[in-house]
């Protein structure tokens, strides 16, 4: 028997969220006056969180390390969402949603939870419209949708390519009327740096204000990590600059278990890497992938030629480019899932058919949907449908609707004209599914702390789906999390406040103040973004897209070296008292150091290839992922001091509604 | 590659004077962001035990709205519709000198070198930028509402704002009013944002000229200058929902 409970509901899978929410316990409303709730988190998660915690009526207290919680990254998605509204009548339902999902996780994900997620995305599409989310329309007034890579429906909501930013809009919204009324207090610029654990449960946190570099101590009756992803470990990624595992980690170290750390998704579509001093990479959406056909040329004299200048990609004949998704997966053709995008990019890449300079690059070309979105409008209009200017233009013109701020990001970072030339895209690190392990009600192995949205492991399995990270974060936010919060703090009615004059918070506050004072005294000679780009390096190379026992063992071994390095070598500049980023910066990348060898260390822990994870010892003949019945479970990491002596738990994962089968996008 | 001369606005902290501090850099590439380019001297500064020059970013794709830097005395750099954090190197030529300085304006007070406190802002969106609706999950479905597709797509276009402040800081008077129009207008476009069209004008003029920040005169800068080309069009459509709105209050 594991340790680990999931408090999966019984019944049919289908009535289980429903039954849940009517057993479980709820706090009166003249009662959540009197508990507190600590949010870390302003992204589509913690946003929401904090806004409708606040409504109901307890008091929260919400942090984030940027400037306003608006700017946390969840604004960056861009694509869509997804919600199982079937407005195209296209055949989708809640259980096709369920099931895309699962089966898009490589099946590594918790039957319950996805359920119960599909359940309630269509709830968020009437709360965002109601709060003035302004989603993409047709001419009749009602919602468009489009199509995301792994799926056979449209059933993805958008806003162009904002869409992250106008849900994130819509809950930073939802937090401003609650900000107003009292009922959040708002601390920006401050960064979690430990949890206070008070016998047994989370009672708190320490929080550095990162303009005064005051230490702060805040206590509630419950705490809600929702920080996002890890996947700054990689250094380059499509994540801020300032996204971190900081906060989750803390919480590990307190003793909530790291569920998956190495799930993680690596995109298909960004801006290839241009040279040594690139800070990070830019995505371009995955739904660019509805028009856009993905190509390499089929000869290397023409690879060559291209390379050295003397071909454009516009040159090279129909019959000489190889459409690879079209060709390996005639079903989904280029809307298959991410991972396996990601991959058939990088082996045409290592086979030497990559089309930039350094051999990292692939086509992603939209001259056929200007043709095609051109003679539409051409004939729609009653115009020439021959007159190849016009139907260019035209063409252009649909497409400039409908990704115009996506070719405009791309024309200023490449310097190039997608409507002209074909993109150059190539995979890079963008997401992460493993997390914090959670139960069915979002809390994890420490009563009182919860996680949410990309910080927790539970919905995505071993690779998510397009538009399916903006659905999670919202519905743990807005509709799962309220609910299942209440079921804990029931029992906190009579607690009266938490104090923060205890020994438990006295001896947290002093861990993170010797911490931070022995990276300032430290005054190595290194830069905290040497051992960053160093860390991304290893992890890159050796727990990318490909992954081998022999390049994880080594990864483990040099992870441990550098983070040794790095005690003894770093150089903070500047001081504890004061605005200082660097030492914001050094605290996060320690936490990647440890993070980074746990992540190995599962990589090499699970001898499947599943979703992201792929083992290169385990696969098919034809270069697809070999999952393995034995591997089916969750592995759930204890913090044991060091990473290296991390115990692993297993949740065993149970398909009682769907059929475990070989993934195939064929 | 490319040798620059940086003039860098330096402070120490909120109650420092500051001063202007000239840094050359060079090897720059052409490919380069403008952000990316600061990260090469600031490695530099480090390396000599200096303090690296503090400037807010974070996403580094032109969407969060962090980054806030007067480049030359334009708001994000010479380019037009972008942030600074997608500003590249290649819109410079060697042996350029450059001006970094930070968002100037009453209601934005400087926190460190480049970093100034826009929470101004978030307290404006606080008064009124917002529908008062509950996160039941009980609302009614999103396809009972229909929008014409003109009025959605403008709502969307004003709901493109950042948040980064270039508006204000591109204004002679720091003025807050495209900021505050873009609110406005997303909501005053839809049927959703009819039901408190009034107290939300009302209030968030209210709460923006609280802080400090000025009138417009109507210069255009804010537009010219608004990396997500918030149109002026939406101050008009704020000053008649604000006519509206006194009239009947």
Known sequence: ?666 | MMNLTLKIWRQKNANDKGKIVDYPVSGISPDMSFLEMLDVLNQELIEKGEEPVAFDHDCREGICGTCSLYINGRAHGPQTRITACQLHMRSFNDGDTIYIEPWRAKAFPVIKDLIVDRSSFDRIQQAGGFISVNTSGNTQDANAIPIEKEHADKSFDAATCIGCGACVASCKNSSAMLFVSAKVSQFALLPQGQVEATDRVLNMVKQMDAEGFGNCTNTGACEVECPKGISLENIARMNREYLAASLKG
């Open chain 1, 1 to 666: 028997m594991s340790i680990l409970d999931s408090k999966i509901p019984e019944g049919p899978l289908a009535d289980k969220w429903t039954k849940h929410k009517n057993e479980i316990n709820l706090v009166n409303p003249a009662n959540k006056r009197l508990i507190d709730v600590i949010v870390v988190g302003t992204g589509l998660a913690g946003g929401s969180a904090a806004a409708t915690l606040a409504e109901l009526g307890y008091n929260v207290k919400s942090f984030c390390f940027q400037d306003s919680p608006r700017r946390a990254h969840s604004i960056a998605a861009q694509g869509g969402i997804n919600a199982a509204k079937n407005y195209q009548g296209d055949g989708d339902s809640t259980y096709r949603l369920f099931y895309d999902t699962v089966k898009g996780g490589d099946y590594r994900s918790r039957e319950a939870n996805v359920y119960r997620l599909a359940e309630v995305s269509t709830n968020i599409i009437d709360q965002c419209v109601a709060q003035g989310v302004p989603f993409a329309r047709e001419y009749g007034g009602l919602l468009d949708n489009r199509s995301f890579g792994g799926v056979l429906v449209s059933r993805t909501f958008y806003a162009k390519g904002q869409t992250g930013q106008q849900l994130l809009l819509g809950a930073y919204a939802a937090m401003n009327r609650q900000i107003g009324r009292g009922k959040i207090k708002m601390y920006t610029r401050h960064e979690m740096l430990d949890v206070v654990v008070v016998d047994g449960k989370a009672r708190g946190i320490i929080a550095r204000n990162l303009v005064t570099g005051e230490i702060e101590r805040h206590s509630a009756h419950a705490v809600v990590i929702a920080s996002g992803g890890y996947g700054n470990a990689f250094y380059l990624s499509t994540y801020a600059m300032g996204s971190n595992v900081t906060a989750a980690w803390k919480a590990h170290k307190r003793g909530a278990f790291f569920a998956n750390p190495c799930y993680t998704q690596i995109h298909p579509t960004c801006i290839p890497v241009s040279g040594d001093h690139q800070s990070k990479l830019t995505l371009m959406s995955e739904s660019l992938r509805n028009d856009g056909r993905i190509w390499v040329p089929k000869h290397k004299k023409d690879v060559e030629a291209i390379r050295n200048g003397s071909l454009k990609p516009t040159e090279i004949a129909e019959e000489d480019r190889d459409y690879y998704l079209e060709r390996r997966y005639p079903a989904f053709g280029n809307l298959v899932p991410r991972d396996v995008a990601s991959r058939a990019a990088k082996e045409r890449c290592d086979a030497g058919y990559g089309v930039n300079q350094t051999g990292e690059a692939v086509y992603l070309d939209f001259s056929a949907a200007i043709e095609r979105y051109g003679k539409e409008q051409a004939h729609v209009k009653g115009l020439d449908e021959n007159d190849t200017a016009l139907v260019q233009k035209l063409g252009k013109g649909v497409i400039e609707n409908k990704y115009g701020n996506l070719f405009q990001m791309y024309e200023k970072i490449v310097d190039q004209n997608p409507y002209e030339t074909p993109m150059m895209i190539y995979p890079a690190v963008h997401y992460t599914m493993g997390g914090l392990w959670v139960d069915y009600n979002l809390m994890t192995t420490v009563p009182g702390l919860y996680a949410i949205g990309e910080a927790n492991f539970s919905d995505h399995g071993a690779n998510r789906l397009g538009a399916s990270a903006l659905m999670q974060g919202l519905a743990d936010g807005y509709f799962v999390l309220p609910y299942t919060i209440g079921d804990y703090l029931a029992h906190d009615i009579r607690t009266g406040p938490i104090p923060t004059d205890t020994k438990e918070f006295e001896e947290a506050e002093a861990k993170v103040r010797s911490d931070i004072d022995k990276l300032i005294a430290n005054k190595g000679s290194k830069s905290v973004d040497y051992f960053h780009k160093k860390l991304g390096k290893i992890m890159w190379n050796k727990c990318g897209m490909a992954r081998n026992e022999k390049d994880l063992k080594s990864a483990i071994k040099e992870i441990a070296e550098l983070r040794d390095e790095f005690y003894k070598d770093v150089f903070v500049p500047g001081d504890q008292n004061e605005y200082n980023e660097e030492l914001a910066k050094a605290g996060r990348v320690a936490d990647f150091l440890e993070l980074g060898e746990l992540f190995a260390k599962d990589a090499l822990e699970r001898e499947e290839s599943a979703g992201g994870h792929f083992r290169e010892e385990y696969q098919t003949d034809s270069g697809e992922a070999m999952r393995r019945k034995e591997y089916q479970y969750v592995s759930a990491w204890e913090y044991k001091g060091q990473p290296s002596e991390a115990v692993e738990h297993k949740e065993s994962l149970d398909y009682e509604n769907i059929e475990v089968k070989e993934r195939s996008y064929k």
